[in-house]
């Protein structure tokens, strides 16, 4: 694997790739990767001949009070674990590469509506950042392909979005969530956990499965359902964000839906936890 730090870099690697008529996946992530950003870059092995993943800590999609300055920052592992999955090239820019003007007067991106509600209530401009970052990066490296985790549903559907409002020639490949034995999502976060804390965290997911049982069962009280979730998960030691059913598209659930998603976000400790269950209404 090829580690690249600038632009002037990275693009002298693509052109040759172009010219020798080669396939291009990238794989954003901030690095302190795990088993789930592996997956990402194996399956994007499968639709690309070379695979491309960048790790950067994106200082716009943190809010002032997050956890920027603590980040976990771990690029000698990540580029092993990387390496072991037969990545190709890393793109792991400063800052500065980045945003070589500075971030007072940057050019940014919104994504309306999919961006608003839900993670972004607690932490405004966050999708500003997402979008802005993978924007810059979708044209840093013009992938034909570009994967990315379910478990940010909402973070990949703003992503679909902007890909279809731009008009990126980009095809985008939404990834299961990779989970614990236990269920607990994968995430760099999860290293904020205490042990204790860690094992009742996969009671997160446990709840949105007892959600979707009742959404199969036909009970379409969306706001209660979500009301006595937040309940249970206080009752079990997490201070709940949101819990919430929308369809799909993330347009509010309505008695005639038929695929759900419910999404929730919650603090457990120091961790920020967030997961989502994709349900299907049984079919008579």
Known sequence: MTTLTTLASLRAELRQLRQQGQTIALVPTMGNLHAGHLRL????????????????????????????ASYPRTLADDQAQLASVGCDFLFAPSVDE??????????????????????????????????????????????????FGQKDYQQLAVIRKLTEDLSFPIQIIGVPTCRSAEGLALSSRNAYLTEKERERAPKLYATLQAIAL?????KLNYHELTYQARAKLAELGFSPEYVEIRALDLSPALATTQEWVILAAARMGKARLIDNLIVKKHQA
Do not use: W
């Open 214 to 218: 009742k959404l199969q069962e036909g």
């Open 41 to 68: 870059v194996e399956e994007a092995k499968r639709h690309a001949d070379k695979v491309i993943a960048t790790i950067f800590v994106n200082p716009l999609q943190f809010g002032p009070d997050e956890d920027f």
């Open 98 to 147: 980045v945003y070589p003007h500075g971030q007072q007067q940057l050019t940014k991106v919104c994504v309306p509506q999919v961006s608003e509600g839900l993670c972004s209530a607690k932490r405004p401009g966050h999708f500003d950042g997402v979008a802005t970052v993978v924007t810059k990066l979708f044209n840093m490296v013009q992938p034909d392909i570009a994967c």
